[in-house]
């Protein structure tokens, strides 16, 4: 896990040195940072993803990588400077604002970066929107992508709506291709993490698959138990390539970033 860690780090630095100094880099107003969890460290953050990629996900410059749940573009923006011209980035989100900056500020000089809405139901985040989750077709041809990734998605999903985006994952992905995505995952460790009252979540309320923080929003924050996840993800036929790595959101000692990071492969055959 350390050298994971330093290796990750070591490219966030490379990559941060390469952008020094370019004073007329546009970053997207401070309301679409927060859509994306704020405008503390938003570069950081989303150098540090590409680095999951990279070094975890084995993500080439010419390959193609799909982003679910894209925001404002804090993944897009440092992979513009990875991604070769023969590599494709695509992403969706349900936030027409984000998506519209997106293409205005990055497709507009990145031809190969391509953006979409995508018209989904969130009591929290979209309560007019007109697909439900379980119903939504990915708007993309089946195995086009090398790499798929999800970061804070499904800590706001419920379990069918899980389940029916892991199969369009593997749908969409090429065969061998990876998958790289973020829970809270329950299993012993952080269940008692939670009960000594060091997690930054609770999870109080249980539900049918799944604890969350809201009863009337049970969307602001999901955690599932971490045997759901390893057995959905079996069914859906992805085979998840172990060790897990785990989060600081529980309160532990050794991890990777907030969330539990999950990194599975579609099989080749």
Sequence with gaps: MKRVIQSIKQRVNRASAATEGSSGEVLPPEDLQMYVGGTHQ?????????GFLVD???LQPGDAVLDVGCGSGRVAMPLTRYL???GRYAGFDISQEAITWC???ISESHPNFDFKVADIYNSLYKPNGQY???EFRFPYPDASFDVVFLTSVFTHMLPPDVHHYLDEIVRVLKPGGRCLSSYFLLNGESS???????ATFSFEHQREGYKTVDTEH????IAFPEAFVMDLHEKCGLAILEPLRYGSWCGRKDYLTFQDVVLAVKPAS
Excluded: T, Y
């Design 56 to 58: 975890l996900c084995e």
């Design 84 to 86: 070769n011209h023969e």
């Design 218 to 221: 049970p969307e602001q924050a």
């Design 192 to 198: 008692a993490l939670i009960k000594k009252r060091k």
């Design 42 to 50: 938003f570069k950081e953050i989303g150098d540090l993803i590409v």
């Design 103 to 105: 293409q205005e500020n």
């Design 132 to 134: 439900q989750s379980s």
